[in-house]
């Protein structure tokens, strides 16, 4: 199934299906990098896109998987998380996801990442979320994203 893939793409929709996942990772005709471009591309509210983005809390990279329509408040989240929060520069998002930045999944990655969900992808009975890169996207719900990423929900703004 993952014979046609982007390599990323395989290792991602490999490691959805170790989870538990059905591993099923569309390819898109065009770059659907950014929330906007995938909500349009699918059809479905921005919200409902699962934009994967690394920090370092306390210089240690973390994964924060936030809904399309939000932005990230460095500080009230970083003090839910208790620490200082700020966004990793593009090389370290690249070295420790493994993945290039506009494509980065929420898995499949080389090292383990903290990772931390938007509360407000509850609010989405589905949710889409890059595939490792930028042309790939998977479908998932909130309950099985928080499982398969071993993650804690936090509010980001």
């Known amino acids: 199934m993952s014979g046609t893939l982007h390599p990323n793409a395989a290792r991602v929709a490999d490691t ?6 059905h591993g099923l990772i569309t390819t898109q005709p065009e770059s659907v990098h950014t929330a906007e471009q995938a909500a349009a591309a699918l059809g479905v509210d921005v919200g409902a896109i699962v934009k994967s983005l690394v920090f370092l809390l306390d210089d240690e990279p973390v994964l924060l998987l936030v809904s399309g329509a939000h932005r990230v ?3 009230r989240t970083g003090k839910r998380l208790g620490g200082a929060l700020v966004a990793a520069p593009p090389d370290v998002v690249t070295e420790v996801t493994g993945q290039p930045v506009g494509g980065v999944a929420p898995l499949g990655h080389p090292t383990n990442l903290t990772t931390y969900v938007d509360t407000a992808l509850a609010a989405f009975p589905q949710l889409w979320a890059s595939g490792g890169h930028p042309r790939t996207l998977f479908r998932t719900t909130f309950r099985e994203l928080m499982r398969i990423t071993a993650a804690v929900d936090v509010d980001v703004d």
């Open 16 to 21: 959805l299906i170790a989870r538990g996942h």
């Open 73 to 75: 408040n460095p500080e």
